[in-house]
């Protein structure tokens, strides 16, 4: 039930962000605001067990919500502009080898996961094409797959991706 709310209150909390400004009752217009909680007892009721998963709330925590904009604005953005650069070189110097390459995240948690999985799809160049349940390594498809052993190849230690510190922001934030 804890989760119910919690998902519903955050659900609520971002539409009236978004919708802020267009109403005559506050920001806010009658309409709206009923539309904003019916939408949200319904993003409640559907994912509920997403942001609280078996009794664990650390994504209830404000604090990890300020992460995520950090993240955005930083490191991420970061990494898509250098893939950016790094797709219009190969496409103007014809140097693409695409293939799919194996990757160890060694994050734990679902959104960990998804947000990670996400981000590499995001960045130009690449996109996040399976995930192994198990193991939770990804398979991307890359615009250039270096010579070598690729199925051996760590997140961490792969020449390929500059996005090399991005799981250590997702665990900050997720896990």
């Known amino acids: 039930m ?6 519903f209150f955050l659900s609520l909390f971002v539409y009236l962000i978004l919708t802020a400004g267009s109403g005559n009752v506050g920001l806010w217009s009658v309409s709206e605001l009923t539309a904003g909680v019916a939408l949200s ?5 559907i994912a509920r067990k997403f942001l609280c998963r078996a009794g664990n709330y650390r994504m209830a925590n404000p604090l990890r919500f300020l992460l995520i904009p950090v993240y955005v604005i930083g490191p991420f953005f970061l990494e898509v502009i250098k893939a950016n ?6 496409v103007i110097t014809m140097r693409i080898r695409p293939g799919i390459i194996r990757v160890s995240s060694e994050l734990k948690t679902d959104l960990g996961i998804f947000m990670l999985a996400n981000s590499i799809t995001l960045t130009p160049g690449t996109i996040t094409v399976d995930i192994d349940e198990k193991t939770h390594d990804l398979f991307i498809h890359n615009i250039n797959v ?3 052993d690729e199925q051996k190849l760590v997140l ?3 020449e390929l991706f500059s996005i090399a510190d991005l799981p250590a922001w997702i665990r900050r934030i997720a896990e």
């Open 146 to 148: 270096g010579t070598g």
């Open 156 to 158: 961490r230690d792969h």
């Open 2 to 7: 804890i989760a119910f709310f919690l998902t």
């Open 41 to 45: 007892l319904v993003t409640a009721a």
């Open 85 to 90: 650069l790094d797709v219009a070189y190969r």
